[in-house]
T-cell receptor, first 115, second 114 residues
């Protein structure tokens, strides 16, 4: 069974630009969550999608947004990039949701560098 | 905001030694206590988890100890190996409640020296 796939793996942007990251969950998983990982803040929850609906959102500004498609694939977008947005963005999938079955299955992440 | 405090931040252990990482939480409704392991360049992966109906769970060299009254659970790595060098996260949660925001511990960077 294929794992969670995130693209692109690495990208470099400049301040003010926008970026779109993609996540393909494990087949059959309906929930996709996004996390931002930085050395100083650890793993911070961004949002969770289930059956195309955003169910939960973390404490991030409106520049961070996401969506989920009918095939459960998800994208997240960050507009007007700031230097502080440099981070590893992780996607995690689960069969039903973050609270339902416990385990989250993470992708390898998309490492964003903002110059 | 649910508080999760993980300690220590970093740990250096000799090969063959015991590594101990602790996680303290506040929400008494939590009923699933996992530890995730993350290697450089990889996403976290579930290492071991415990439910509150038992006080200890062992899987190979990895053991979770759970102290409900103290609201703490710990990861013990016996006979630590260089391949165990990674960052470890706890993420206590409530199961089967549907939609919740997970809070991960701040992480413990373990280095096992040869």
């Amino acid at each position: 069974k294929a794992g969670v796939t995130q693209t692109p793996r690495y990208l470099i942007k400049t301040r003010g630009q926008q970026v779109t990251l993609s996540c393909s969950p494990i087949s059959g998983h309906r929930s996709v969550s996004w996390y931002q990982q930085t050395p100083g803040q650890g793993l911070q929850f961004l949002f969770e999608y289930f059956s195309e609906t955003q169910r939960n959102k973390g404490n991030f500004p409106g520049r961070f947004s996401g969506r989920q498609f009918s095939n459960s694939r998800s994208e997240m977008n960050v507009s007007t990039l700031e230097l502080g947005d440099s981070a590893l963005y992780l996607c995690a999938s689960s069969p039903q949701g973050q609270g339902a079955t416990g385990e989250l299955f993470f992708g390898e992440g998309s490492r964003l560098t903002v110059l | 905001q649910q508080q999760v405090k993980q300690s220590p931040q970093s740990l250096i252990v000799q090969k063959g030694g015991i590594s101990i990482i602790n996680c303290a939480y506040e929400n008494t409704a939590f009923d699933y206590f996992p530890w995730y392991q993350q290697f450089p360049g990889k996403g976290p992966a579930l290492l071991i988890a415990i439910r509150p109906d038992v006080s200890e769970k062992k899987e190979g060299r990895f053991t979770i100890s759970f102290n409900k009254s103290a609201k703490q659970f710990s990861l013990h790595i016996m006979d630590s190996q260089p391949g165990d060098s990674a960052t470890y996260f706890c993420a206590p949660q409530r199961m089967n409640t549907g939609f919740q925001k997970l809070v991960f511990g701040t992480g413990t960077r373990l280095l096992v020296s040869p």
